[in-house]
């Protein structure tokens, strides 16, 4: 049995690497994942990738914030220490709406990045894990998940007709900064 967790195919250009994906698709072998150091258009479709849900959890953040300010400006503007300023109600929604729309934005802002270094692991003060360093540079990877896959001979070819400037197969799932 073989310890090669990760097979990975290195290219020079993005045009190869989305050649290798059509190829590998085509064979109907499942690809993990492709790191790029640049974005490349169209690539999440061609690998179906899902849209984000993220817009929904900066939603519904802002509307945490909204509400508990208006909750909190509400309580003590109203409850707990009325004015009479100006012969003004005590209720005056407009008076409200800077406050809750500058929360909002705070909220949203705060729960966005607390999500964001929650979905991708990558709290302050831990390393970064990549599959190979050269994917943060100059190198285009696809990484295929060797277990249960057809022979990796097969797919080192499959990925060799592709263009791949290299193949690795690597027997760990990251390589760590430290």
């Given at each position: 049995m073989s310890s090669t967790k990760f097979i990975l195919g290195l290219f020079d250009d993005p045009d190869d690497m989305m050649h290798g994906i059509d190829k590998l698709q085509k064979n109907s072998i499942p690809i993990y994942d492709v790191y790029t150091p640049m974005p490349i258009h169209?690539?999440?479709?061609k690998l179906g990738i899902k849209d984000s849900r993220l817009g929904y959890a900066a939603f519904m953040f802002g509307c945490l914030g909204g509400t508990t300010i208006f909750i909190l400006i509400y309580y003590f503007l109203v409850h707990d220490w009325p004015m009479n300023i100006g012969g003004k109600p005590?209720?005056?929604?407009?008076?409200?709406?800077?406050?809750?729309?500058?929360?909002s934005v705070l909220f949203a802002s705060f729960?966005?990045?607390?999500?964001?270094?929650y979905a991708t692991h990558l709290f302050p003060g831990r390393a970064p894990r990549v599959m190979d360093f050269r994917a943060t540079n100059d190198r285009f990877v696809i990484a295929i998940d060797a277990k249960g896959n057809i022979p990796h001979d097969d797919?080192?070819?499959?990925?060799?007709?592709?263009?791949?400037?290299e193949v690795k197969h690597n027997d760990r799932k990251y390589v760590s900064y430290e």
């Open positions: 169209g690539i999440e479709a005590h209720f005056a929604v407009p008076d409200f709406i800077p406050a809750t729309f500058e929360w729960g966005m990045g607390f999500t964001f270094f797919i080192t070819n499959l990925l060799k007709e592709a263009g791949a400037v």
